[in-house]
Every structure is written in C-alpha cells, then in structure tokens.
C-alpha cells in the first residue's frame, strides 16, 4: 500500500522561503519509472502542478515557477523535499505530494497525501 | 503548454439521473503510434485530496464504481455519471499526461439538483 504525507510549516512570511516535505512509503523512488509530485490548491480553486521528481533524479518543473523551485529527493529516508523561495500571499494553498510515473513522459498522479495548509501572512 | 478546459464549471443534477461532465484539451492528446488518450479524471470530496477515477480517458481504475465511464478522444473527451448517487458530491478535475507540463482542468463543481 502507497501511502504519503506532507511536512512543513503552515504560516511563512512574504519573502521567505518554504520548504515542504514529502514522506512516503510504499514504494521506493530508486525504481525504474517511479516518481513524485508535488501539487497546490490555492484556497477554493483548481489544481496546479508544481513539480515532478523521477527515480533516475530528473527533475521537471512548473516553466512559471522555475525560478523559484527547487526539488530534491532523499532516496534512503524516503522523502522528497520541495522548496520554494519568495513566498507571497498569492502562495497561500493546500500543497499535495503524489506518486507519479514515468514511462516516455508524464502520467497521473495516485496515490496523494492527505495536503498541507501553508499560509503566507505577515 | 497545453490548457484544459472544462464545462460547465458547476452543474446540478437530481438523484438517480445522469451527469456529463466535459473537458476539451487545447492540442490533440492521443498519441498516434498506441492509439491512447493521454487523460486521466480525478474526483475531490470536500476536504480530501483528489482521488484517480479514470486514465487512459476510459479505463476505469480498480475498485471505482461501474456508474463513472470516461469518452472521447483527440481534443474532446466526457466524464459521464450514469446514476448518480449522493456520495458522488464532489469537484471533478480532468489532467493531460501527453506532454510536460501536466495539466489539470479547472474543475467542475457536481451537485444534488
């Protein structure tokens, strides 16, 4: 059984940087063809993928957020991390981790976590 | 990138009926050389993260009730409710997996008329 669950904190700052962190179990992501997402729900709206991490350690990325993402994986505490520099309020979303494959490209995203609220306020 | 675009963005519908929900891609999603559909449904109940219904456009993933079919191809493709039941309450999101970006549509909002 796949399970995964988010991390991090649920209020930052403008400006600052969030770090969130996917820990799973499951599955391994030294697998051929695994990977791992992350996702955001901004209160209220629709789904927005952010990135994707694989198993050979390519990593994808949301083009309008490039900048400002970075995602890593931790293949021996199985976690993925995800940062984000320069929050802004517009930031304020339930963000998700999924499992993911590749196989010639993307595919969908199943199993997800349970989401965080992270909060971006003064 | 491809967007995708969903209708109508909420919809009601009387127990028992039918709901049809629609999702057009803006650039073909089958891949020629397998003939598939690269789009997958998701449904999300208040407070919990979305769940997979249907990949491929039409085949229905494990333990998913009978009265949820997936249709369509190349641009268009439908999320169809047989009968619907109370349980079934929910936002309906379509994704494309044909190329990087993924993408999800906006959502559409299904409840009891």
């Known amino acids: 059984q796949i399970t995964l669950k988010e991390s991090g904190p649920t209020v930052v700052k403008p400006t600052q940087t969030l770090t969130l962190t996917c820990t799973f179990s499951?599955?391994?992501?030294?697998?051929?063809?695994?990977?791992v997402g992350w996702i955001r729900q901004p209160p209220g709206k629709a789904l927005e993928w952010l990135a994707l991490i694989y198993w050979d350690d390519d990593k994808r990325y949301r083009p309008s957020l490039k900048s400002r993402l970075t995602i890593t994986k931790d293949t021996s505490k199985n976690q993925v991390i995800l940062t984000m520099t320069n929050m802004d309020p517009e930031d304020t979303a339930t963000y998700y981790c999924?499992?993911?494959?590749?196989?010639?490209?993307?595919?969908?995203?199943?199993?997800w976590g349970q989401g965080t609220l992270v909060t971006v306020s003064s | 990138d491809i967007v995708m675009t969903q209708s109508p963005d909420s919809l009601a519908v009387s127990l028992g009926e039918r709901a049809t929900i629609n999702c057009k891609s803006s650039q073909n999603i089958l891949y020629g050389s397998s003939n598939k559909n690269y789009l997958a449904w998701y449904q999300q109940k208040p407070g919990q993260p979305p769940k997979l219904l249907i990949t491929?456009?039409?085949s229905r993933e494990s333990g998913v009730p009978d009265r949820f079919s997936g249709s369509g191809s190349g641009t268009d493709f439908t999320l169809t409710i047989s009968s619907l039941q109370a349980e079934d309450v929910a936002v309906y999101y379509c994704?494309?997996?044909?190329?990087?970006?993924?993408?999800f549509g906006q959502g559409t909002r299904l409840e009891i008329k």
């Open positions: 491929w456009a039409s």
């Open positions: 994704q494309q997996y044909y190329s990087s970006p993924p993408a």
């Open positions: 499951g599955f391994s992501l030294s697998t051929s063809g695994v990977g």
């Open positions: 999924a499992h993911s494959r590749y196989s010639s490209g993307p595919r969908w995203f199943d199993p």
